[in-house]
């Protein structure tokens, strides 16, 4: 399966609202890429304060879509889901660059791709893109933490 919907997504994510930054998954091969979507909404709660005169999305958040979709890879290439047993923990940003603001209204597309994985550690080439223009691009590692 290539592509998979919010339920799916949730299978394998822990996050939930309003933390959930990932909407769907359009493209998937396992152990190489992912890419995935974020519809941001007006009524997303930290549009309140992050400016109620020109509603932007925080860089950090587009950060945190792009791992979450690195997540996801992850997961999905281990045939893996988060819960009882462990998650993956975002360790490390590289050359992240922030292109152009992210605006309500706008829609993320996440691309993920695996640099390499050593041991527990996976290395990712991620960027955010909205109508083809990246938004914001970063090196992403994570690793895989069992949960006592």
């Given at each position: 399966m290539?592509?998979?919907?919010?339920?799916?997504?949730?299978?394998?994510?822990p996050?939930?609202?309003?933390?959930?930054?990932?909407?769907?998954?359009?493209?998937?091969?396992?152990?190489?890429?992912?890419?995935?979507?974020?519809?941001v909404?007006?009524?997303?709660?930290?549009?309140?304060?992050?400016?109620p005169?020109?509603?932007?999305?925080?860089?950090?958040?587009?950060?945190?879509?792009?791992?979450?979709?690195?997540?996801i890879?992850?997961?999905?290439?281990l045939?893996?889901?988060?819960?009882?047993?462990?998650?993956?923990?975002?360790?490390?940003?590289?050359?992240?660059?922030?292109?152009?603001?992210?605006?309500?209204?706008?829609q993320?597309?996440?691309?993920?791709?695996?640099?390499?994985?050593?041991?527990?550690?996976?290395?990712?080439?991620?960027?955010?893109?909205v109508?083809?223009?990246v938004?914001s691009?970063?090196?992403?590692?994570?690793?895989?933490k069992?949960?006592?």
């Amino acid at each position: 399966m290539n592509s998979f919907d919010i339920y799916e997504v949730m299978k394998h994510l822990p996050h939930r609202y309003p933390f959930l930054l990932v909407d769907r998954v359009r493209d998937f091969g396992p152990n190489e890429s992912l890419v995935a979507l974020k519809n941001v909404t007006i009524n997303e709660p930290f549009f309140q304060g992050h400016f109620p005169h020109w509603p932007v999305m925080p860089g950090v958040l587009v950060i945190e879509a792009m791992a979450q979709a690195c997540a996801i890879l992850s997961f999905k290439s281990l045939e893996r889901y988060p819960g009882d047993r462990g998650i993956y923990l975002f360790v490390g940003i590289d050359k992240a660059r922030f292109k152009r603001p992210v605006n309500a209204g706008d829609q993320l597309r996440l691309n993920a791709k695996l640099i390499r994985k050593k041991q527990n550690i996976w290395k990712f080439e991620a960027n955010a893109t909205v109508d083809g223009v990246v938004v914001s691009a970063a090196e992403l590692m994570c690793t895989y933490k069992d949960i006592p």
